[in-house]
């Protein structure tokens, strides 16, 4: 089939379909599938939520005629079968970040609002796998010749560990070559390492803070902090993003940011480190708690990581990144969440060893709780050049291959890659929110774009050498 006649088919199955699209989008998004471990049983790895996304987006893939099979709710899988077993995979997540506050919409219900749609996950990654399997049917209908089978993936754990990979790989063979519309266009051939850890102060003793909480996840900067003091504080001055309110004797303070994703916390704002910028400004905490403030500052208002010591880049990834992104006041300790994506001009012992040193002369616990190595698929390979072209050849431009400080499922397998559907030179309206944010959103004709650019990927990839 020539690329023309492929665009021409795909323009007719928008026109036709595009409402079943956003349906299925819809029941998906419908679904909260956030980790809920406590709530885990068989068949249920990561709680019912993502169990619960996995079977309706494998009943959607059957609907289409694919050959669908659960891989005991860690992941799904849909066939579609190719002259040979060799396979072109694709694969995205079902699971979610929490929603989070700070939300003008209902966070699962999609909203249409400008073009757009509005919905936890119409972003990541609920909303291009739907659009993803759409290309993977009109390629079915249009009776391809495919030398190679396509499997599409589903995976439920993406966003808290991808634990669901290992369980996949012990039983199955890896795809050739597979890429996740997980990230942004045109494409992605490298990711960043990844470093996650947890600090836990030393137990604090007469405290002022009965209450100090903000964000929602480690992967997202903050959107949302605020803290309650255990006594009114007279005459605090005004700032930006706080809001100080009395009642009963207390004071609380309210800090609103601005959320990112954690591969790019320079883009946001912390409402934690406003907050903690606020209270130390004013004095407020005893010496204990403004010493670990102190702490969270140098995590917070420095996202180069230069504040605790670590600023590094290379010729690959540019710049580390460091983001703190949830702290929690309870039973007299703080725990701060720390997560940081480095390029190879580092390592986890040099990361290690900078934070720790600030950190055990607090007395604080440090805690590495999530360790990805950097990830590399070289740019000139027949995989990467077929996606590269795909994009060039559906918008008209010219753009080049890139790397990211995101971690995406691509780098849990052999070869792979991370395809868009983001395209961030394009400006979002004022309202609509990023991944990971409140008011997560994408547009009907950036969804339709992708569309029409992952069908030509699946058939420049069947035209490759993999």
Known sequence: MEFSELMQAADRYIENNWSAVVDDIASL????????????????????????????VLKIASGMGFETTNVDGYMGFADLPGETD?????????????????????????????????????????????????????LADQGVKLPYTIRFLFGTNEETGMNDVPYYRERYADPAFLFTPDAEFPVCYGEK?????????????????????????TNAVAGQAFCVVNRIVDNLPEAPGITV???????RIDAKGKSAHASTPELGQSAIGLLADYVLANGIGTLKEQEFLRFVQKVVDFPDGSGVGIATADEYFGPLTLNGGTIKLEDG???QTLDSRWPTSTTPEEITA???????????????????????????????????SAYNEVTGESREPFTIGGGTYAREFTSGASFGPEMPWIEYPEWAGSMHGPDEAISNEQLQLAF????????KLEQSQL
């Not at 998004?29 to 309706?56: M, T, Y």
């Open 29 to 56: 998004v419908e679904i909260e599938s956030v980790e809920d471990l406590a709530a885990a049983e068989p068949g249920k790895p990561f709680g019912p939520g993502p169990a619960a996304a996995l079977d309706e």
């Open 452 to 459: 029409k650019i992952y069908a030509a990927a699946l058939l």
């Open 354 to 388: 900078a934070i720790t040193a600030i950190t055990d002369p607090m007395g604080a616990s440090f805690e590495n709780t999530l360790l990805m190595v950097p990830f590399l698929v070289k740019p000139d390979t027949a995989p990467i050049q077929a996606l590269l």
């Open 193 to 217: 390492g990844g470093f996650d850890a947890t600090v836990v102060s030393a137990p604090i003793e007469g405290g002022e803070f009965l209450q100090f909480e903000g964000g929602s996840a």
């Open 86 to 138: 060799t396979q072109i995979g694709l694969i995205g997540h079902m699971d979610v970040v929490p929603a989070g506050p700070g939300w003008n919409f209902q966070p699962f219900d999609v909203s249409l609002k400008d073009g757009y749609l509005v919905g936890r996950g119409v972003l990541d990654d609920k909303g291009p796998c739907v659009v993803a399997l759409h290309a993977m049917k009109l």
């Open 245 to 251: 309110t009395y009642e009963e004797g207390k004071t």
């Open 333 to 335: 300790r703080f725990t």
